[in-house]
């Protein structure tokens, strides 16, 4: 067994939230994702209004995130249904998948999300073993959300209720 501990993110952690969004859009490098404008938005101006989320460390090394981040206009995320429902990403490195990260940091997320919003979204590819998470945790697909997504497989949306 090993010892972590989980803390909010903060405007200063832009750099971890960009770590994540590398694991999380299953990508090579952070320049790769960076070359993404649609994986960008996940991440770039990290601490803006509507942003929070938490991080997982081992020792002083983040081993996994979830945020969340609110969309308006036309600046949309994979998961947008809504105005007022802030759309989850979470990423837990590999080496640590499977060993409850991902479960406690998905809490965590929750816990401080359910007095501020009525929902949270997500996008999720259909062959991600998270999606049990996700359904364990309460989250439901939504019908019909199903895209052909940028690697040519499936994703779907994902909706948690509050209330």
């Given at each position: ?12 952690d832009?750099?971890?939230?960009w ?36 991080v ?10 979830v945020?969340?981040r609110?969309?308006?206009?036309s ?27 991902g ?61």
């Amino acid at each position: 067994m090993f010892s972590y501990h989980i803390r909010d993110l903060t405007a200063e952690d832009e750099s971890i939230v960009w770590t994540m969004l590398m694991y999380a859009a299953h990508e090579s490098s952070i320049e790769a994702v960076q070359k993404q404008p649609y994986l960008c938005r996940y991440a770039q101006d990290w601490g803006r209004e509507g942003d929070i989320g938490s991080v997982a460390f081992v020792d002083n090394e983040p081993i996994g995130a979830v945020w969340l981040r609110l969309w308006s206009g036309s600046d949309q995320g994979f998961g947008y249904i809504d105005a007022d429902v802030p759309e989850l990403a979470m990423a837990v490195l590999p080496e640590y998948r499977g060993k409850g990260v991902g479960s406690k940091l998905l809490k965590a997320i929750l816990e401080k999300a359910q007095d501020l919003f009525p929902a949270i979204c997500l996008n999720v590819r259909e062959d991600n073993p998270v999606v049990r998470l996700y359904q364990r945790t309460g989250f439901v697909r939504i019908e019909g959300s199903e895209i052909v997504n940028r690697v040519g497989g499936v994703s779907f949306n994902m909706r948690y209720n509050f209330r």
